[in-house]
Structures are given as C-alpha cells and as structure tokens.
C-alpha cells in the first residue's frame, strides 16, 4: 500500500500538527541545552517513496553528520535528524565555542553535541506520536553517522527495512535567537506495517 497516493491535505495537515508539537517541545530542551531561545519551524510534512526522497536532496554529496535513533514498540523503525554541513558546524560552535573545519574529524564533544541534538528532535517527535496515537513507542541509543548525505540515506533504510512504500519527511527549520536559521530535515523510515498502524490509530485508513 502507498499511503502518499492514499492520505489527503486535511489528513498531512494531522502529521504536521504531530510534528510541530514534537517540534515545539524540542525546542524548550534545546533552548536549556545552549541557554539561548530556539524556534523549530515545521514549514513542510510529506510522505515520499524512498527513491523519491533522493529527489530532495539539495547536495546529495556533502559530507553531513546524522543522527539515527531507533523506534521500538507497535510501529517500529528508524528516525533521521540531518541538518546541513554549515547548520551543523554552527550548532557545534554555540555549544563548544568551537567550529569544526571538517565534520569528519570532530572530537568526541563536538560528535557527543550533534548526537544530543539529533536525539532530542527525534525523541521529541516520537513522544508527540506516541501522545497523538495512544501507541507504546520508545526510543533507542542514538547513533551518529559522518558521511555523504545519499550514503547516510541508503544506510538508514537498509538499517529500518529492506522494502518500503513510503517514509515520512518532515522540513525541520531551526532558529535560534538572534542567529540564523538552520535548515535540515527529520525523516521517519517506519518498518512494513507501521504506518498502517499509525494511520490507522489517527483514524485515516
């Protein structure tokens, strides 16, 4: 079944209002994590078939560190946080002070910064699914992957499932006060049956 042929705009509009409350609670944790005042904008919701979401990739080939966590529970799979090369330097430098030259060669604080933010907006969003749901989700250990943004993709699918229909993208802006603006996206790569239980849970199938 592919949901993306299926759910209609008053039905995405539901998966966006999940996402901005996920967003909005990922912005209080964030906002006491750097001390500064963070806005999350969740501008777009789409579902995409995976060999689609290639398509919104604007460097496919920048190197870009991601986080990964784990979904367990009734609609298990894989959540993705990236943020672009130049986001995710900024964001290391208002935490350390520092900005990395080269993602690939981060220390173990500034890799343990990208992680921790990553973790934060995915766990968010999963706890405002769960909420929306009423479904028993909880989050595994995250993991921090550094490497060409296609290359972090496949992998994450291939992590998730081997056969998809659709994943779940949702445009993630972050804003921090009197800053710019940090663009990136979160992306949910559900197991095969998982977003028929979601949907189903929401009331859309």
């Known amino acids: 079944m592919k949901w993306k042929d299926m759910v209609n705009p008053m039905q995405m509009d539901v998966l966006k209002e999940i996402g901005n409350i996920g967003a909005g609670n990922a912005a209080t944790s964030l906002s006491t994590m750097i001390s500064k005042e963070v806005e999350i904008d969740v501008p ?23 986080t990964i966590v784990g979904i367990k529970g009734e609609a298990p799979g894989k ?3 990236n943020f672009d090369s130049d986001s995710t330097k900024h964001l290391i430098e208002l935490l350390t002070g520092e900005r990395p030259e080269d993602l690939t060669n981060m220390n173990e604080m500034e890799r343990s910064v990208v ?3 990553g973790n934060i907006i995915c766990s968010t969003y999963v706890i405002s699914l769960s909420n929306f749901t009423s479904l ?46 940090l663009n990136g996206f979160l992306t949910m790569f559900p197991e095969p049956g998982s977003l028929d ?8 199938s």
């Open 136 to 181: 028993f989700l909880e989050t595994e250990v995250p993991i921090l992957l550094v490497d060409m943004f296609a290359a972090i993709i496949s992998e994450t699918s291939i992590m998730a499932s081997k056969d998809y229909d659709d994943v779940l993208m949702i445009e993630t802006i972050l804003k921090v006060h009197n800053g710019q603006k």
């Open 79 to 81: 959540m993705l946080m």
């Open 44 to 66: 777009t919701v789409k579902l995409v078939d995976l060999s689609e979401l290639y398509e919104y990739l604007k460097n496919p080939e920048e190197i870009v560190a991601s």
């Open 197 to 204: 239980v979601i949907f189903k849970k929401l009331g859309l």
């Open 115 to 117: 992680s921790e933010i």
